[in-house]
C-alpha cells in the first residue's frame, strides 16, 4: 500500500551550527532523517553532501486555485538550481485528539517539465499520492507514498485518522533506517 | 468527483457530420427504425477493462451517450473522478468516438464520491432526517434516498455493492467500511444549476464550475436535517430484557440519576412500602437503581458529525 515511507525533521539550532546551515530562515527547513522503501525521484533532490531537504512554504502565489481550496502549506524542493514544488500539503479538520498529530495530504506535481523547461523528477508519479502526519508544533513530518494514490488521497487521510494504517505504519516507522546522520561525531 | 455523465450531442454541434456515421467506432451495434425517431443505430463503447460501459445511440437529431464516467476511464466506479482525470475523460472519449464531446450537453449528472466510516455505513442512517422539499426513503436495507422529481441524494454502502458487482476497490480502501454519497441531477440541469448557458461536458473540468457543483453536493447535505444525539450502546443486547434493562437506565441517567434515585428512595423511608422487610429491600432496590446509573448507555460519539466533518472536508479540497 505503501511503497516509501520518510521522517522529516527540523533540526535543533545546535545540529544546525554543527553542520553549518542557516538558522531563522522565513521557510522552515526540515531534513530527511529517516526512510524505509524506495521512491526514486528523490534521488535528485539530494545536495551534495547526501541531504535532502525541504522547505515549508506558503502556497499562495505559487499554486494556480482558488482561496477556498488551496492548501495551507506547500513543500518544496531543491535540485542543483532548480526549485521544485513537491507538494501542496492539505490538512483538513479529521478527529485527532488534541495534542495528537494531524493529517495531511497531497500529490505530486507530474508534469514532464518544470516551469524553467527543464525535466521534472516527479514526471511519470503523477498518480501517486501522499499522505502526512504531522507532529502538532510542525516540528517534525512523516511522509507515506501511495503509488497510483492521487485518486484516493483524501478518503485515505480519513482512514490514517481513523487508525485504519495504524499496524502498516508501524512497520513503517520500524524498517525506517537512517538516511543521513546529523549527530555523527 | 463525477460517476454516471449522459451527454447527447445535435446534429448541428456535429459541424453538419452525420451522427449515424459514429456506428464505425463501437461494438455489439444495432439497429432500427421507430415512428417517432427515425432510424437509430445503437452500440457500446468499450473502457479500458473492455466492459461495456457507454451507450452509445445515433439518431437524425444527433448522438445520445449514457454511461458512468468513472467506469469508462478508472478502474472502477468506487474510485473518484478529479477535475483533471474528468477532462481526460473527456478527451478519450472524443478521440475514440472521432467527434468533439466537450460540447455536447449534458443531461443526467451524478457527482459523488466514497467515505470511509467508523461503523457500517447503515448505521449513520438513522442520523439523516428530513430534508425540505425532498422525500426521505430507505429504499432498501443498505440504501437511503432523498427524492424530488429532478433531483436524488442516495447513500448506500459502496463496498457491498463493489463486492456484489466485483468491482474494483482501490488497495489503500480495501477493508474500510465505505459510505457512498451520490447527488444525482435528473434532465433541466441548467436550470437546477442556475446558469445562464446549457452545461456542457466541457464545464464539468472548469475550475470555477467544478468547484461550485461540489459545493452543491456539500450544500444538498448540509440541508439534510441531522439527528445530532449519542449513539446507545446495542451491542450488547441480545434479548427483550436486555433493551428494557437498557431503556430504564437511560431513563434514569437523562432523567435525573442520582438526585433523581434519592428522592425516590426518600419517598420509599416517608412511606410504608415493603412492610416489614424494608432494611433489606431498600438496600437492594438502592443498589440496582445504583447499578443502573453505571450502566453504559452510550458510547460518547455523536456519529453524523464523522460524515459532515467528511463531507465538508471533501469539498473544501475538491480537486
Same mark, same amino acid.
Not at chain 1, 129 to 148: A, H, T, Y
Not at chain 1, 166 to 175: C, L, N
Given at each position: 500500500?505503501?511503497?516509501?515511507?520518510?521522517?522529516?525533521?527540523?533540526?535543533?539550532?545546535?545540529?544546525?551550527?554543527?553542520?553549518?546551515?542557516?538558522?531563522?530562515?522565513?521557510?522552515?527547513?526540515?531534513?530527511?532523517?529517516?526512510?524505509?522503501?524506495?521512491?526514486?525521484?528523490?534521488?535528485? *533532490?539530494?545536495?551534495?553532501?547526501?541531504? *535532502?531537504?525541504? =522547505?515549508?512554504?506558503?502556497?499562495?502565489?505559487?499554486?494556480?486555485?482558488?482561496?477556498?481550496?488551496?492548501?495551507? =502549506?506547500?513543500?518544496?524542493?531543491?535540485?542543483?538550481?532548480?526549485?521544485?514544488?513537491?507538494?501542496?500539503?492539505?490538512?483538513?479538520? *479529521?478527529?485527532?485528539?488534541?495534542?495528537?498529530?494531524?493529517?495531511?495530504?497531497?500529490?505530486?506535481?507530474?508534469?514532464?517539465?518544470?516551469?524553467?523547461?527543464?525535466?521534472?523528477?516527479?514526471?511519470?508519479?503523477?498518480?501517486?499520492?501522499?499522505?502526512?502526519?504531522?507532529?502538532?508544533?510542525?516540528?517534525?513530518?512523516?511522509?507515506?507514498?501511495?503509488?497510483?494514490?492521487? *485518486?484516493?488521497?483524501?478518503?485515505?487521510?480519513?482512514?490514517?485518522?481513523?487508525?485504519?494504517?495504524?499496524?502498516?505504519?508501524?512497520?513503517?516507522?520500524?524498517?525506517?533506517?537512517?538516511?543521513?546522520?546529523?549527530?555523527?561525531? | 468527483?463525477?460517476?454516471?455523465?449522459?451527454?447527447?450531442?445535435?446534429?448541428?454541434?456535429?459541424?453538419?457530420?452525420?451522427?449515424?456515421?459514429?456506428?464505425?467506432?463501437?461494438?455489439?451495434?444495432?439497429?432500427?427504425?421507430?415512428?417517432?425517431?427515425?432510424?437509430?443505430?445503437?452500440?457500446?463503447?468499450?473502457?479500458?477493462? &473492455?466492459?461495456?460501459?457507454?451507450?452509445?445511440? @445515433?439518431?437524425?437529431?444527433?448522438?445520445?451517450?449514457?454511461?458512468?464516467?468513472?467506469?469508462?476511464?478508472?478502474?472502477? +466506479?468506487?474510485?473518484?473522478?478529479?477535475?483533471?482525470?474528468?477532462?481526460?475523460?473527456?478527451?478519450?472519449?472524443?478521440?475514440?468516438?472521432?467527434?468533439?464531446?466537450?460540447?455536447?450537453?449534458?443531461?443526467?449528472?451524478?457527482?459523488?464520491?466514497?467515505?470511509?466510516?467508523?461503523?457500517?455505513?447503515?448505521?449513520?442512517?438513522?442520523?439523516?432526517?428530513?430534508?425540505?422539499?425532498?422525500?426521505?426513503?430507505?429504499?432498501?436495507?443498505?440504501?437511503?434516498?432523498?427524492?424530488?422529481?429532478?433531483?436524488?441524494?442516495?447513500?448506500? &454502502?459502496?463496498?457491498?455493492?463493489?463486492?456484489?458487482?466485483?468491482?474494483?476497490?482501490?488497495? +489503500?480502501?480495501?477493508?474500510?467500511?465505505?459510505?457512498?454519497?451520490?447527488?444525482?441531477?435528473?434532465?433541466?440541469?441548467?436550470?437546477?444549476?442556475?446558469?445562464?448557458?446549457?452545461?456542457?461536458?466541457?464545464?464539468?473540468?472548469?475550475?470555477?464550475?467544478?468547484?461550485?457543483?461540489?459545493?452543491?453536493?456539500?450544500?444538498?447535505?448540509?440541508?439534510?436535517?441531522?439527528?445530532?444525539?449519542?449513539?446507545?450502546?446495542?451491542?450488547?443486547?441480545?434479548?427483550?430484557?436486555?433493551?428494557?434493562?437498557?431503556?430504564?437506565?437511560?431513563?434514569?441517567?437523562?432523567?435525573?440519576?442520582?438526585?433523581?434515585?434519592?428522592?425516590?428512595?426518600? &419517598?420509599?423511608?416517608?412511606?410504608?412500602?415493603?412492610?416489614?422487610?424494608?432494611?433489606?429491600?431498600?438496600?437492594?432496590?438502592?443498589?440496582?437503581?445504583?447499578?443502573?446509573?453505571?450502566?453504559?448507555?452510550?458510547?460518547?460519539?455523536?456519529?453524523?458529525?464523522?460524515?459532515?466533518? @467528511?463531507?465538508?472536508?471533501?469539498?473544501?479540497?475538491?480537486?
Amino acid at each position: 500500500m505503501f511503497s516509501y515511507y520518510a521522517l522529516f525533521e527540523q533540526l535543533p539550532d545546535e545540529v544546525k551550527q554543527a553542520h553549518g546551515i542557516k538558522m531563522d530562515m522565513k521557510n522552515p527547513r526540515f531534513d530527511l532523517i529517516k526512510a524505509s522503501g524506495e521512491y526514486p525521484p528523490f534521488d535528485t *533532490l539530494k545536495n551534495n553532501k547526501g541531504m *535532502l531537504i525541504l =522547505r515549508l512554504i506558503d502556497p499562495r502565489g505559487i499554486i494556480n486555485s482558488t482561496d477556498q481550496r488551496r492548501a495551507g =502549506r506547500a513543500l518544496q524542493g531543491r535540485r542543483g538550481k532548480d526549485t521544485i514544488n513537491f507538494t501542496s500539503l492539505f490538512i483538513p479538520e *479529521l478527529p485527532t485528539a488534541e495534542g495528537e498529530p494531524m493529517i495531511g495530504f497531497g500529490n505530486p506535481n507530474g508534469n514532464p517539465t518544470l516551469k524553467n523547461g527543464n525535466p521534472n523528477p516527479f514526471a511519470g508519479y503523477g498518480n501517486d499520492g501522499f499522505l502526512f502526519i504531522v507532529s502538532p508544533d510542525w516540528k517534525r513530518i512523516e511522509l507515506l507514498v501511495m503509488p497510483d494514490g492521487n *485518486l484516493t488521497t483524501n478518503p485515505a487521510a480519513k482512514a490514517l485518522a481513523d487508525g485504519v494504517y495504524d499496524s502498516i505504519v508501524q512497520a513503517a516507522r520500524a524498517a525506517a533506517t537512517t538516511f543521513y546522520d546529523y549527530w555523527k561525531k | 468527483m463525477i460517476d454516471t455523465l449522459n451527454i447527447r450531442l445535435d446534429r448541428i454541434a456535429l459541424a453538419g457530420g452525420n451522427p449515424l456515421a459514429i456506428a464505425n467506432y463501437l461494438t455489439d451495434i444495432e439497429e432500427g427504425q421507430s415512428e417517432k425517431r427515425g432510424y437509430w443505430i445503437s452500440g457500446r463503447l468499450k473502457d479500458d477493462n &473492455d466492459k461495456d460501459n457507454y451507450k452509445i445511440s @445515433a439518431f437524425q437529431w444527433g448522438i445520445s451517450i449514457k454511461g458512468s464516467l468513472a467506469k469508462y476511464y478508472l478502474p472502477s +466506479n468506487v474510485y473518484t473522478h478529479k477535475r483533471a482525470t474528468i477532462q481526460r475523460a473527456i478527451e478519450k472519449m472524443s478521440d475514440e468516438l472521432h467527434i468533439d464531446v466537450s460540447a455536447a450537453t449534458v443531461s443526467r449528472l451524478d457527482i459523488s464520491t466514497v467515505i470511509p466510516t467508523q461503523r457500517p455505513p447503515a448505521d449513520y442512517y438513522p442520523r439523516l432526517g428530513d430534508k425540505p422539499y425532498f422525500k426521505r426513503l430507505p429504499t432498501a436495507a443498505d440504501t437511503l434516498e432523498y427524492r424530488t422529481s429532478k433531483k436524488r441524494l442516495i447513500f448506500y &454502502d459502496k463496498a457491498k455493492e463493489a463486492k456484489a458487482k466485483r468491482a474494483m476497490i482501490p488497495p +489503500n480502501l480495501t477493508g474500510c467500511n465505505l459510505l457512498r454519497y451520490e447527488l444525482r441531477y435528473f434532465g433541466r440541469l441548467q436550470k437546477q444549476l442556475k446558469q445562464a448557458d446549457p452545461i456542457t461536458a466541457a464545464a464539468l473540468y472548469n475550475p470555477k464550475f467544478y468547484y461550485m457543483l461540489v459545493q452543491q453536493w456539500r450544500q444538498e447535505f448540509d440541508t439534510i436535517k441531522k439527528i445530532h444525539r449519542n449513539t446507545t450502546v446495542m451491542e450488547d443486547v441480545k434479548t427483550v430484557k436486555e433493551a428494557e434493562d437498557l431503556f430504564f437506565a437511560r431513563l434514569i441517567q437523562q432523567g435525573g440519576g442520582k438526585a433523581a434515585i434519592d428522592e425516590f428512595m426518600a &419517598d420509599i423511608d416517608a412511606s410504608n412500602a415493603f412492610g416489614e422487610n424494608k432494611t433489606q429491600y431498600k438496600y437492594n432496590l438502592k443498589a440496582k437503581l445504583n447499578k443502573r446509573l453505571l450502566t453504559p448507555i452510550a458510547d460518547g460519539d455523536d456519529i453524523i458529525v464523522e460524515i459532515e466533518k @467528511a463531507v465538508e472536508n471533501y469539498a473544501r479540497y475538491a480537486v
